[in-house]
């Protein structure tokens, strides 16, 4: 992070630092034994020597950079099972979405793509899968099911 970031969030670096490193070693503490620890080693991300220091914080770049790069991989995958999840006609028109997005990012039609409704929609069926999920509706109505 910057100092110039830092400054923004109106914390002194060592502070924010110290601050970063303890939400990261509760991350770790939280999923360690979930498998998190095991994800950077068998990826050749982390060594198994360094695991953790990593999973605790202290080494602070690897850290920062391991979670990153898990945070993306399940990003993905998340976007993964919900494109799986839709129609052929809804999945195809949200990556057609997509890819519009990732086509013109650095231009100023980015902007315009991103305040249109069918990126909002997109958005917020991504967020609210109870819409698009009629599996989790159920389940979250309380529902009985048959076992």
């Known amino acids: 992070m910057a100092k110039a970031q830092l ?3 109106h914390c002194d670096p060592p502070a924010c630092i110290s601050h970063i490193m303890t939400t990261l070693a509760c991350v770790g503490k939280r999923f360690g ?3 998190l620890q095991d994800i950077p080693i068998e990826s050749e ?8 220091g990593v999973i605790n914080g202290h080494h602070y770049n690897q850290s920062i950079r391991s979670h990153k790069l898990l945070s993306e991989a399940l990003q993905k995958l998340s976007l993964q099972s919900f494109s799986d999840s839709l129609s052929e006609e809804k999945a195809q028109e949200y990556q057609n979405v997509m890819m519009q997005l990732h086509t013109t990012y650095p231009r100023a ?5 991103v305040q249109e409704e069918r990126f909002d929609a997109l958005l917020e ?9 009629p599996v989790v509706q159920l389940l979250l109505s309380g529902a009985p099911t048959s076992t």
């Open 7 to 9: 400054h923004e969030m």
């Open 33 to 35: 034994d979930a498998g």
């Open 45 to 52: 991300v982390v060594a198994s020597g360094s695991i953790y």
């Open 109 to 113: 039609d980015f902007k315009r793509l």
């Open 125 to 133: 069926a991504y967020k609210n899968p109870r819409k698009e999920f």
